[in-house]
């Protein structure tokens, strides 16, 4: 096994598993995330998120953010930000990331909707870019593992087993859609095959039919 073999694979992930992955990393959080030392309270807490396909452009989705507002003159249970957001991807780090957003308010009030904008545009901008980085290399590397275990012990897949181990794994190219992600792997393997089962390879026996005259 001294050469390895590279394949392309395509790989569909949904908006609901992404969201998961936002909802670990984002809810509970406090905008601005408080600092050792800091006498201020914060101006908001984050008790959603969520994330939709959009249609508005390339690379973009459509981010919820779901906020308790704390600050007495802008004091409120919920507010519900609806935005649309443009994704990157760092081929480097392998981070899915947003690369920027803006927030537009729609309640009643036009005096607390500039408030609010200000609050999100400005103030917790940074912190929900941050936030919203996911690291698909953290989430590959895990997989990986699985894998190379079940690879170790030999793989069985029809007539075959499978050797070797999975050197690699690489997000080669992203596509946004309105109902899904779609990602582009590179796989670099050092794999062999055992053939215990040749019946199973071969294509069905064709049935003839004898035409008599």
């Avoid at 308790?68 to 802008?74: E, F, G, P, V």
């Avoid at 181990?165 to 992203?174: C, G, K, T």
């Amino acid at each position: 096994m001294e050469n390895l073999i590279r394949i392309h694979v395509p790989i569909s992930v949904s908006y609901p598993a992404l969201e998961g992955v936002l909802k670990q990393q984002m809810q509970g959080e406090y905008i601005p995330k408080p600092q050792p030392g800091a006498t201020e309270s914060p101006y908001a807490q984050i008790l959603d998120v969520g994330i939709a396909g959009s249609s508005a452009g390339a690379n973009t989705i459509i981010l919820h953010v779901k906020l308790r507002i704390l600050r007495t003159i802008m004091k409120r249970d919920q507010v519900d930000l609806y935005t649309v957001a443009t994704v990157g991807y760092d081929n480097a780090s392998q981070h899915l990331f947003v690369r920027q957003f803006k927030v537009e308010s729609k309640t009643t009030s036009s005096f607390y909707n500039i408030g609010l904008e200000t609050l999100v545009n400005k103030v917790a901008y940074n912190q929900i870019i941050q936030r919203t980085r996911v690291s698909l290399k953290d989430i590959i590397s895990a997989q990986l593992q699985k894998a190379n275990a079940l690879l170790k012990d030999g793989l069985n897949v029809k007539g075959l087993k499978l050797l070797g181990a999975v050197e690699q794994a690489l997000v080669q190219d992203i596509a946004l859609h309105t109902d899904k992600v779609t990602l582009t792997f590179e796989l670099q393997a050092n794999v062999e095959a055992e053939v215990f089962d040749l019946v199973s390879l071969m294509p069905p026996k064709k049935t003839q039919v004898n035409e008599l005259t």
